[in-house]
């Protein structure tokens, strides 16, 4: 079909190779509603509903005139009364979601040809039902991520830490190469800058960085790429699939994620865990400590082109959301000569402190040693010194024998003779 639909051919080309390879398959059951409920001599190519679509503006007749999005209601209708051909829901029922998704890439291509849809209220309620609970996401914290990297092995931790870190698509992670680590990780300390990687889906350029933790998964991984010969750094994908000869699968990343979540305890309930929620878990974060413009630069959402600011500005916003996005903290290398002054001052305010202790210890021995040999003198040479007083004619009274105060005040000749006085 692409190769003589020149209109779709262009629709299809102008995504991303994730996107447009979702929407050629998700395209095919359009065609086949247009076949089957209005066949005509050749089949149905989005040329011909271009120039239908047009001939048909143009009339006065409303019910010709929108002829087209009556027929987008039918076919959504349709589509409840089949079965999905695309994996993983192969040979299941349509759900209201994925009707719902199918008629979006109907309006896409319409969109696309400049010739949009315009529903109305009750056309989109009907394109819109009530949906179900199995496509709302898990919230992601760092303590999950925590709890999930101790029951990683090397490539599962590389697949989670490194898509907590730089934020992007699950497409646009998988079709990584081993050049784009090689030839942009310079930087001396964390965050590592990626370089720019434009995304697949809106070919909006993106400027991720590898935190600390992230850096160290990578390096682990690059360790057991070399080890087993499929490192080469440059082309080939830091996660392939053998089976397809290209790049692991979102599938296969989901499931990774999934059964880390089952490992460590985590609670999941009717709620989805996919590698998108690691992009929301670092938009989280980064909506903590910059404003929209600023982070949307990192992840590669689309920004006003006046809203760009410079790499080193990048890396100043990310350094900042480290702090809730790793599990240890840590210490710039910027810092770290501070911090050695600083350890060197606290020495020496120590070793003064000590050499201050060492004295006081010196000085309290010797008044200990000096009060100790005054007390051994006295004990000494008291008996000789009451003696030779005595023979003197001196006497000394005991303060205990002093008798009770008079009047508050001691009889002055009931005082105690001091040393050297003589008795009348």
């Given at each position: 079909?692409?190769?003589?639909?020149?209109?779709?051919?262009?629709?299809?080309?102008?995504?991303?190779?994730?996107?447009?390879?979702?929407?050629?398959?998700?395209?095919?059951?359009?065609?086949?509603?247009?076949?089957?409920?209005?066949?005509?001599?050749?089949?149905?190519?989005?040329?011909?509903?271009?120039?239908?679509?047009?001939?048909?503006?143009?009339?006065?007749?409303?019910?010709?005139?929108?002829?087209?999005e009556d027929l987008t209601v039918k076919y959504s209708n349709w589509l409840r009364t089949r079965?999905?051909?695309?994996?993983?829901?192969?040979?299941?029922?349509?759900?209201?979601?994925?009707?719902?998704?199918?008629?979006?890439?109907?309006?896409?291509?319409?969109?696309?040809?400049?010739?949009?849809?315009?529903?109305?209220?009750?056309?989109?309620?009907?394109?819109?039902?009530?949906?179900?609970?199995?496509?709302?996401?898990?919230?992601?914290?760092?303590?999950?991520?925590?709890?999930?990297?101790?029951?990683?092995?090397?490539?599962?931790?590389?697949?989670?830490?490194?898509?907590?870190?730089?934020?992007?698509?699950?497409?646009?992670?998988?079709?990584?190469?081993?050049?784009?680590?090689?030839?942009?990780?310079?930087?001396?300390?964390?965050?590592?800058?990626?370089?720019?990687?434009?995304?697949?889906?809106?070919?909006?350029?993106?400027?991720?960085?590898?935190?600390?933790?992230?850096?160290?998964?990578?390096?682990?991984?690059?360790?057991?790429?070399?080890?087993?010969?499929?490192?080469?750094?440059?082309?080939?994908?830091?996660?392939?699939?053998?089976?397809?000869?290209?790049?692991?699968?979102?599938q296969e990343a989901n499931s990774i994620l999934r059964k880390l979540a089952f490992k460590a305890?985590?609670?999941?309930?009717?709620?989805?865990?996919?590698?998108?929620?690691?992009?929301?878990?670092?938009?989280?974060?980064?909506?903590?400590?910059?404003?929209?413009?600023?982070?949307?630069?990192?992840?590669?959402?689309?920004?006003?082109?006046?809203?760009?600011?410079?790499?080193?500005?990048?890396?100043?916003?990310?350094?900042?959301?480290?702090?809730?996005?790793?599990?240890?903290?840590?210490?710039?290398?910027?810092?770290?000569?501070?911090?050695?002054?600083?350890?060197?001052?606290?020495?020496?305010?120590?070793?003064?402190?000590?050499?201050?202790?060492?004295?006081?210890?010196?000085?309290?021995?010797?008044?200990?040693?000096?009060?100790?040999?005054?007390?051994q003198a006295t004990v000494k040479y008291l008996p000789e010194l009451v003696k030779d007083m005595?023979?003197?004619?001196?006497?000394?009274?005991?303060?205990?024998?002093?008798?009770?105060?008079?009047?508050?005040?001691?009889?002055?000749?009931?005082?105690?003779?001091?040393?050297?006085?003589?008795?009348?």
């Amino acid at each position: 079909m692409l190769s003589t639909d020149k209109m779709l051919k262009s629709w299809i080309e102008s995504y991303g190779q994730g996107t447009a390879k979702t929407y050629s398959g998700s395209i095919k059951p359009f065609f086949e509603f247009l076949n089957e409920t209005m066949p005509l001599d050749i089949p149905w190519t989005a040329d011909r509903i271009y120039e239908d679509r047009k001939i048909t503006q143009k009339m006065d007749d409303d019910a010709q005139k929108y002829k087209w999005e009556d027929l987008t209601v039918k076919y959504s209708n349709w589509l409840r009364t089949r079965k999905c051909r695309m994996p993983p829901y192969k040979g299941l029922p349509f759900s209201d979601n994925a009707v719902t998704a199918y008629c979006i890439v109907v309006r896409s291509l319409f969109s696309f040809m400049r010739v949009p849809l315009i529903l109305n209220r009750p056309q989109k309620r009907a394109l819109v039902k009530t949906g179900n609970i199995r496509n709302i996401p898990y919230h992601l914290t760092l303590n999950d991520i925590v709890a999930m990297k101790k029951q990683a092995n090397t490539k599962e931790r590389y697949i989670l830490m490194v898509g907590k870190s730089i934020g992007l698509r699950v497409n646009d992670f998988l079709g990584l190469k081993q050049g784009q680590f090689e030839a942009n990780l310079q930087d001396k300390e964390a965050p590592f800058s990626l370089g720019v990687i434009v995304t697949q889906k809106r070919r909006q350029p993106a400027y991720p960085f590898l935190d600390y933790e992230a850096y160290d998964a990578y390096l682990n991984w690059k360790q057991e790429l070399q080890a087993s010969n499929r490192w080469d750094g440059k082309d080939s994908y830091m996660l392939t699939n053998s089976r397809l000869l290209r790049h692991m699968t979102a599938q296969e990343a989901n499931s990774i994620l999934r059964k880390l979540a089952f490992k460590a305890g985590i609670r999941l309930g009717n709620l989805r865990l996919s590698f998108h929620c690691l992009r929301r878990f670092l938009c989280d974060q980064l909506s903590r400590v910059a404003d929209a413009n600023k982070w949307k630069q990192i992840v590669g959402k689309e920004i006003p082109e006046s809203a760009y600011i410079s790499s080193d500005c990048v890396r100043e916003v990310y350094a900042k959301v480290m702090q809730f996005t790793c599990e240890e903290k840590m210490v710039p290398v910027g810092q770290v000569a501070d911090l050695e002054q600083l350890v060197a001052e606290q020495g020496k305010s120590l070793n003064l402190q000590k050499y201050e202790l060492d004295y006081m210890k010196s000085t309290l021995q010797q008044l200990r040693m000096t009060t100790e040999e005054f007390m051994q003198a006295t004990v000494k040479y008291l008996p000789e010194l009451v003696k030779d007083m005595q023979t003197r004619g001196l006497t000394v009274q005991p303060l205990n024998a002093v008798e009770p105060l008079t009047n508050g005040k001691p009889k002055t000749d009931e005082l105690p003779l001091r040393f050297g006085e003589h008795q009348d």
